[in-house]
């Protein structure tokens, strides 16, 4: 059935390096891989997403790609700062979500 | 309303006992959704609903029960609680536009613990 891995588990980045979280994937039915971050004690929220007519999508400082043939799409957050600090997951079929990655931006 | 709800925030169990958390959308989405994310981990699946009257099982679906009578209601009952179900509940819901291509929209959680 459809797996998706999620690496790294946990990330520590120095405020105003980057951040890249990975998705990799086994099933090709997907056409689409959104990403949900979750602050501490709050709800999962989307933050970007992609089709899989797109090889990558940016929006100010975070940006997805999406990689089909290899089967992974990634997660990449420029210029961190303090309130990225949050765990993050990628989502399949919508369903089926990664594990999450704990990101600390230390300040 | 302030698009998906959920209660209660908090709730503590006996263990045996019967318990339904309640979820309500107003955004007209078809599809809605129960994860349970148990500490420091992800979200497991443990029932959907892709449209009124319909219901389907997830990832992790015993122990627990859904309905859907309307589009905007899908409660999730706990027939006799034990303690492994403690946990915090998300309810959550979407368009279902055909394509495969769904936001989820989350409810604010439902802590949940079972003595």
């Known amino acids: 059935g459809e797996n998706v891995e999620q690496h790294p588990s946990t990330l520590s980045v120095q405020e105003g390096d980057s951040a890249v979280i990975k998705c990799t994937y086994s099933?090709?039915?997907?056409?689409?891989f959104p990403w949900y971050k979750q602050e501490l004690g709050k709800r999962p929220q989307l933050i970007i997403d992609?089709?899989?007519?797109?090889g990558e999508k940016k929006d100010q400082r975070i940006a997805v790609t999406l990689n089909k043939t290899a089967k992974h799409f990634s997660l990449h957050i420029t210029e961190t700062q303090p309130e990225d600090s949050a765990v993050y997951f990628c989502?399949?079929?919508?369903?089926?979500f990664g594990a999450g990655t704990r990101l600390f931006v230390k300040a | 309303i302030a698009g998906i709800t959920q209660a209660p925030t908090s709730q503590i169990l006996a263990a045996g006992r019967r318990m339904t958390l309640r979820c309500t959308q107003d955004?007209?989405?078809?599809?809605m959704y129960w994860y349970r994310q148990d500490l420091g981990l992800g979200l497991r699946l443990i029932h959907y609903?892709?449209?009124?009257?319909?219901?389907g099982k997830g990832e992790v679906p015993d122990g627990y029960s859904v309905s859907r009578a309307n589009t905007d209601d899908f409660p999730l009952t706990l027939a006799s609680a034990v303690p492994s179900q403690t946990s915090v509940y998300f309810c959550?819901?979407?368009?279902?536009?055909?394509?495969?291509?769904?936001?989820?929209?989350f409810g604010p959680g439902t802590r949940l613990t079972v003595l």
């Open positions: 959550a819901s979407s368009p279902l536009s055909g394509d495969g291509t769904d936001t989820q929209y």
């Open positions: 099933d090709s039915a997907s056409n689409y």
């Open positions: 992609i089709r899989s007519n797109v």
């Open positions: 989502d399949l079929f919508k369903t089926i």
């Open positions: 955004m007209r989405h078809n599809a």
């Open positions: 609903s892709n449209t009124a009257g319909t219901t």
